[in-house]
């Protein structure tokens, strides 16, 4: 199988805060991470996709296309933003999990519909020594 695979940048901040847990519960759960004031990361992401190679263009998709879909579903609803204040983070826990697995579902609606391309994974890397993953790995 061949992937191809681009890497993007996005600064973003979030607090780790369960609302219906205690100050006390989400400090003892979520450490530091759970300060009100929250905290900023420069997230990397690792889009996979695969598909046939066409036999035109030699690629499974147009890397500027792929560009333009990350742009489009993850880059414009998250950039520069309290991840907290955004769908669906108000309500779900924005852990590096939580962002990937929106963003796995968001990327692959995007490459879905424009392109014979699927989504094939997806690595979220929040710190150095911090990443999650989602999909087949490569």
Known sequence: MIYLTRRYNLAAAHVLSQPAFSAE???????????????????????????????????????????????????RRF???????????????????NIARVCHEALAHGVENRSAARLAHLRVTETPRNFVEQGEIS
């Open 25 to 75: 519960e989400n400090e003892e759960i979520f450490g530091k991470c759970a300060n009100p004031a929250g905290h900023g990361h420069d997230y990397a992401f690792e889009v996979s996709v695969t598909g046939s190679i066409d036999s035109e263009t030699g690629q499974i998709i147009a890397p500027g296309l792929l560009d333009e879909i990350f742009e489009e579903a993850v880059a």
């Open 79 to 97: 950039s520069h933003r309290l991840l907290n204040d955004e769908e669906p983070f108000g309500s779900l826990v924005p852990t590096a999990e």
